[in-house]
Each structure stands twice: as C-alpha cells, then as structure tokens.
C-alpha cells in the first residue's frame, strides 16, 4: 500500500513563507513525476508546480518566482518553498506523485489527503 502525506500548512501573513513537504511510503519501486496543486474554495483544483525524477520544474505563471519545488529521492519526498505569499495562495494544497509499486512495470497516480494553507492579515 503506498501514501502520500503532506505536512506544512498554516495560517502565515501576506508576504510571509511557508514550505510544504509531501512524502511517500510504501512497497514503492520508483517514482516519477511529483506534482503540487491547490483548490481554493468555489474554485477548481489548479496545478501549481512539478518536478520530475531528473529534477526538470516546471510552475504555474501564477507562482513563478515565489514558490520553488524540489525533491528528495532519497527520502520519497518532494518540497514546496512558497515565499512572498499573498492572500489569493489560500487553498488546500494537494500532492500528486506518479509511483511504481513493488513488482509492477506501470506508474500510478495517488493523491494526498491535502494540507490547508491560510494568508490572512
């Protein structure tokens, strides 16, 4: 069995910092894309950030320059450094990572359970 568990957020002020964390574990044999997104409320879930097994990043324009994505493949674990938060980055943060179970040859995607980040004066 494999989950995804994000840690991380908060209440924090306008231009304030966070940083997500989301790890992996499990009968895990590879990973490969790990990906941020959010859903703010009323609105549809959006992709934030991703990094691939190679470390390659690709960003939302809406966070380009504030937020930086990175992982650990050592510890199944990928990162978001949000910094210069602003109150339109409140949303539940989820964590999507495409994952290789034990003696499978096919990656599946899995979800966290989300994390609630608040910018609020």
Known sequence: QVALVEAGGGLVQPGGSLRLSCAASGSISGIGAMTWNRQAPGKQR???A?????G???YAD???????ISRDNAKNTVY?????????????????????NSGSYFYIDYWGQGTQV???S
Request: include cysteine; hydrophobic fraction near 35%.
């Open 46 to 48: 959006e992709f934030v």
């Open 50 to 54: 991703t990094i691939t097994s190679a």
């Open 56 to 58: 390659s990043t690709n």
């Open 62 to 68: 809406s966070v380009k320059g504030r937020f930086t």
């Open 80 to 100: 978001l450094q949000m910094n210069s938060l602003k109150p339109e980055d409140t949303a539940v943060y989820y964590c999507n990572a495409q994952i290789r």
């Open 118 to 120: 608040t910018v609020s």
